[in-house]
């Protein structure tokens, strides 16, 4: 591993970490670590369209309780590897670099939490990988089996995911995004948070992240590699200790599933933030940290 700077540029001084790049599955990361290197590692993925920063306001607490946490710009992402092609964005690779991220830092096991995309990919670690999760939580995304059974019975779903149908079209979702310097993005991001979570600050370094050569195409290319694969899990029971963190004002997803995602664990727990949205752990980031806590010290 390559220690690149103290602090990593252009983020609050406040913020604890280091940034580190990582050699993973064939592909180079980008990662913010900090906190105890003898610490039980936790890994935050993030979803789209943030980075590493999308969990920034969770690195202080996490590494003050003593873990080792480390947070990666997944492939793809703001200073990560872009590599070419859709296959390359399939679940099954998007798991490995987390995998082989584990190996890199010398952990057999992670506490591992996602939001949104990084969820998705939490949870098909935890499905495929369970001996590399100590314990796992997913914010805001569903079940894989409980989001396709959901797709399938309920329209009001597949509206609320026009999106990724869009996403399918050829340079236009690029185009389209990059408008007024992003403001198609920066509207949603607004639109489906409370008001004040993200400030301006936040969203100069979004921009900075997406403007980087090659960034925005591979983020969507998370889209068109599920659409083209569809893959499905090789099981449905999640057997490591589990916790479903969901802001129930999510605009995205039908709440119904974070309990029907609970189900299908073995050992699961569902925390219900009623007044947070599809973005919880930035409207109750000091909630969720303490939830992560209790939920890691249990």
Not at 59 to 74: F, I, T
Not at 188 to 203: E, H, K, Q, Y
Not at 220 to 246: C, G, H
Request: aromatic share 12%; proline share 7%.
């Amino acid at each position: 591993m390559n220690v690149e700077t103290a602090t990593p540029e252009g983020y609050p001084a406040e913020d604890p970490g280091e940034s580190v790049y990582v050699e993973t599955n064939g592909v180079r990361l980008h990662t913010v670590q900090t906190g105890p290197e003898d610490g039980p590692l936790v890994v935050l993925l993030h979803g789209f369209p943030e980075f590493w920063y999308g969990w920034h306001d969770l690195l202080r607490p996490l590494s003050n309780a003593g873990y080792r946490v480390v947070v990666p710009d997944q492939r793809g992402y703001n200073l990560s590897d872009k590599p070419d092609g859709v296959d390359a964005y399939h679940l099954d690779e998007l798991a490995a670099d987390v995998v082989g991220l584990v190996d890199a830092l010398g952990a057999e096991s992670a506490y591992l939490v996602g939001h949104d995309w990084g969820a998705a990919v939490a949870w098909w670690v935890a499905l495929h990988h369970p001996d590399r999760v100590e314990k796992l939580c997913v914010v805001n995304v569903p079940h894989p089996h409980v989001f396709d059974r959901t797709m399938r019975r309920h329209w009001d779903q597949r509206f609320r995911s026009w999106y990724v149908l869009f996403f399918q079209l050829p340079v236009v979702p690029e185009l389209v995004s990059r408008v007024h310097g992003w403001q198609p993005l920066v509207r949603t991001m607004r639109r489906t948070s409370l008001p004040g979570t993200f400030t301006v600050a936040d969203f100069e370094r979004y921009r900075e992240a997406w403007n980087r050569p090659g960034a925005f195409r591979a983020m969507l290319n998370w889209y068109r590699a599920i659409v083209r694969s569809r893959p499905r899990p090789r099981r449905t029971r999640v057997t490591v200790p589990t916790l479903v963190v969901w802001g129930e004002r999510d605009r995205f997803l039908r709440k119904s599933m974070a309990r029907e995602s609970v189900d299908l664990c073995d050992d699961g727990r569902l925390l219900r933030c009623e007044d947070a949205t599809h973005w919880v752990h930035h409207e109750e980031s000091v909630r969720v940290a303490e939830a992560l806590l209790e939920f890691f010290a249990e």
